[in-house]
């Protein structure tokens, strides 16, 4: 067999993006889209915590921040660089903070990529189960007015023989 003699690249194909609120860190192949990104770490964080991923940057101590935007490819800007999620604990909702975000990002706020769903279906998603247990309690109340009804016409029926029960002494 003839051995491969092309150079071995020096950048590994893939990146690295940490994630402040776990800890962890996320592997991407490289010229993955920031907006996929930020996706899939949302959608692995959705149970342990209330926070999520905004956007991502390139951080390097004594340099100005890279941000991505939600088309832009990862990339690996080299040695000392490092890309993280940035993250803001402070949105609360009906504030104008959030409707700024919403403006920039409008892809993470609506749970990340094109293959996921936005969040008005994700509400309309959650008003139908409510809906449904609405309509399951009803089902219930007439279950049981037809019950205790068929118990009280029971019990009616059989009043006369029950008082003449009583009211026969030699019994």
């Given amino acids: 067999m003839a051995e491969d003699t092309s150079p071995v690249p020096s950048t590994p194909p893939f990146v690295e993006v940490f994630c402040e609120i776990s800890g962890k860190d996320y592997r991407f192949t490289a010229g993955t889209k920031a907006e996929f990104a930020v996706s899939v770490i949302?959608?692995?964080l959705v149970g342990s915590s209330k926070s999520k991923a905004l956007y991502i940057e390139a951080v390097k101590e004594g340099e100005e921040p890279i941000s991505f935007g939600d088309g832009a490819s990862l990339v690996s800007y080299g040695h000392g660089w490092r890309l993280k999620t940035v993250v803001d604990d402070s949105v609360l909702p009906g504030t104008e903070k959030e409707d700024t975000f919403q403006?920039?990002?409008p892809s993470v706020l609506s749970m990340g990529s094109k293959d996921s769903k936005p969040a008005k279906v994700m509400?309309?998603?959650?008003?139908g189960d409510q809906s449904l247990k609405y309509i399951?309690?009803?089902?219930?109340?007439?279950?049981?007015?037809?019950?205790?009804?068929?118990?009280?016409?029971?019990?009616?029926?059989?009043?006369?023989k029950l008082i003449l029960l009583f009211n026969n002494p030699s019994m």
């Fill in 42 to 44: 949302n959608r692995k």
């Fill in 103 to 105: 403006r920039l990002f």
């Fill in 123 to 127: 509400k309309a998603e959650v008003e």
């Fill in 136 to 160: 399951g309690r009803i089902m219930f109340a007439f279950v049981l007015m037809f019950i205790l009804g068929g118990l009280f016409t029971i019990a009616l029926e059989n009043l006369p």
